[in-house]
């Protein structure tokens, strides 16, 4: 079983100029990219022990989410307990592991002093969502005021929404220009560029989003707000990450992933951690490189390492995450 990891072990990423050329003649075949991604949950069968192991670097990889209208400092609270110990100490023993605890904690900017305080001493980071999270419809001095109160609170991920016009309307400098400021005034934060690909429009305008949104300096570029009524899907997922390995092709750098909404089954963790390895590496199974956006996700992951563990399925209200 490997290790805790800690984050952000790779360079970061400075960006480079936009250039057009790298992505603007671009063709995505979608009826090929559906065929293959269909082919990712069905090619591994992954079972017994082999299972368990992936199911808890899942939860390694998580970023245990609360984003609510109704958040409190309390809850807040409760869901950073749960990311410290996110398993049953009989599934710890079971498991014959010592200690498991998510990558990170993601909240809205007010909530970040709750978490940072709820999280002392533990190595989690606290990512903060922000600049008009999730539709992104605010002037850019507040989306960056935005995150300047995010890092002040102590976030040291903040996850940026695009202006989704600038890509329907083709306009790749002004994204380019956004993303930048914005990656400016993150100063030693990570950012993760979330790019909202259920409102893109097609596979072509998500490959050239990702391309900017790396040009322009992310860290990690992630598919949804979880908001949009298409979140994270397999197809949008592979034209990403195909993106991701061109950029690191040309740059020399890596940039993580972050799928969010919709992964709800411990079978959909597989699924996307078997994306990951097969078109990146097994680099791309830590959580320096690989997050995934839940909050229900993990109660199922929980589940069936019980199962592993005891043979027997718990109620799901045994493994509540605050």
């Not at 100490?89 to 709750?114: K, R």
């Not at 600049?131 to 419809?137: D, H």
């Not at 935005?146 to 306009?171: F, T």
């Not at 990702?210 to 034209?239: H, Y």
């Amino acid at each position: 079983m490997p290790p805790i990891d800690t984050p952000h072990l790779y360079p970061r990423n400075p960006g480079t100029l936009l250039d057009l050329a790298w992505f603007d003649k671009i063709a995505v075949n979608t009826p090929a990219a559906s065929a293959r991604a269909a082919t990712l949950a069905t090619r591994r069968s992954v079972k017994q022990e082999w299972q368990a192991a992936w199911l808890v670097n899942a939860i390694q990889c998580i970023d245990l989410t609360t984003l609510a209208g109704d958040d409190t400092e309390a809850r807040v609270a409760r869901l950073c307990a749960k990311a410290r110990h996110p398993l049953a100490d009989h599934i710890l023993e079971g498991l014959g592991l010592d200690a498991v605890q998510t990558g990170a904690v993601c909240v809205y900017p007010t909530m970040v002093g709750a978490a940072v305080r709820a999280l002392e001493g533990s190595g989690i980071p606290v990512a903060s969502v922000a600049t008009g999270f999730p539709a992104g419809l605010m002037p850019l001095n507040l989306r960056l005021a935005e995150i300047l109160y995010a890092v002040e609170q102590g976030a040291a991920e903040i996850d940026i929404v695009i202006s989704r016009a600038h890509v329907l309307q083709g306009d790749w400098a002004a994204l380019y220009d956004e993303i930048a400021a914005m990656r400016e005034v993150c100063g030693d934060a990570h950012i993760k560029a979330i790019l909202a690909t259920g409102e893109l429009g097609s596979l072509r305008n998500v490959y050239k989003a990702s391309m900017v949104a790396m040009q322009a300096g992310a860290d990690f570029i992630k598919t949804s707000t979880g908001k949009e009524s298409v979140n994270a899907t397999l197809p949008v997922s592979l034209t990403m990450v195909r993106a991701l390995r061109d950029y690191g092709a040309r740059t020399g750098y890596k940039i993580g992933f972050k799928p969010a909404g919709g992964l709800k089954t411990a079978k959909d963790a597989i699924a996307w951690q078997v994306l990951m390895k097969e078109e990146l590496g097994r680099d791309w199974l830590r959580s320096d490189l690989f997050r995934i956006g839940a909050s229900s996700l993990l109660g199922d992951i929980e589940r069936q390492l019980e199962h592993h563990v005891t043979g027997r399925y718990a109620s799901s209200s045994r493994h509540a995450l605050a």
